[in-house]
């Protein structure tokens, strides 16, 4: 199984120990800011792909880039990958070292309890917070910089529409953090549901509902400059001989 992103360079803590995986980074052409026409792709970086023929680095579900030029990502069997990005190198290939261990305890001796991880938000107080799909025990909880659980952060937050949570952002607001997670969504839906809640109690959360265009489905957020939250929505369609 070959795992491969395409990763748009930002602003760029290592997970824990883990197990050590090779991952090739290639760098691909810049793309000139504002180079369409409307303007809206401005002060790109430039892009970098990672891939793996390690099947342990399979299924990739959400990534975050964090400060020191490193990544974190969650996949769908319940897995952490943390590694370098070589953002300063010049060479158009770097072959780094990454590492991999199951969400919950950090290593990879025993399968992960915390499976179906879809989504990974960076707390500006250290750890991450993750979403979980297909499972009854929780949807949301966070976990330690190693990915081990922190006790009393993890809530059952059910989709009006039934569909998992996919997308997860934390806001910072001086001691006054709030967490957003935001519903997959179903075919032809118009609204985005979700929940926002402090991070320190989950239980006082408050449902949102974002509308959108019919046919998109919410795929990730982010939260913006000014205290407010960026969406991503996304629409995927078959072309011809597609099934």
Request: overall charge negative; aromatic content about 6%.
């Amino acid at each position: 199984m070959k795992f491969q992103i395409l990763l748009l360079l930002a602003l760029a803590a290592s997970a824990g120990p883990g197990t050590s995986v090779k991952v090739t980074v290639r760098r691909r052409p810049t793309i000139p800011g504002n180079s369409r026409p409307d303007g809206s792709i401005k002060d790109l970086v430039g892009v970098l792909e990672l891939d793996s023929e390690d099947k342990k680095l399979g299924g990739v579900s959400g990534l975050r880039v964090l400060q020191g030029e490193r990544f974190v990502a969650v996949t769908s069997d319940g897995s952490w990958i943390s590694g370098a990005l070589p953002v300063q190198s010049e060479e158009e290939e770097v072959t780094v070292t990454a590492k991999v261990g199951a969400i919950g305890t950090g290593t990879v001796d025993s399968a992960s309890q915390y499976l179906g991880a879809d989504g990974v938000a960076l707390d500006p107080d250290g750890g991450f917070w993750v979403t979980f799909k297909g499972t009854e025990e929780r949807s949301v909880a966070k976990f330690t910089e190693d990915f081990k659980p922190v006790p009393d952060t993890e809530a059952r937050w059910g989709c009006p529409d039934s569909s998992p949570l996919s997308a997860i952002a934390v806001i910072p607001a001086g001691g006054m953090d709030r967490l957003v997670a935001l519903c997959a969504g179903i075919d032809n839906s118009t609204v985005t549901n979700g929940f926002v809640a402090p991070v320190s109690n989950l239980t006082a959360w408050e449902p949102i509902h974002i509308p959108h265009r019919e046919g998109y489905r919410a795929t990730g957020v982010a939260a913006g400059p000014t205290g407010g939250v960026l969406l991503l929505n996304r629409r995927y369609e078959f072309g011809p001989g597609d099934e």
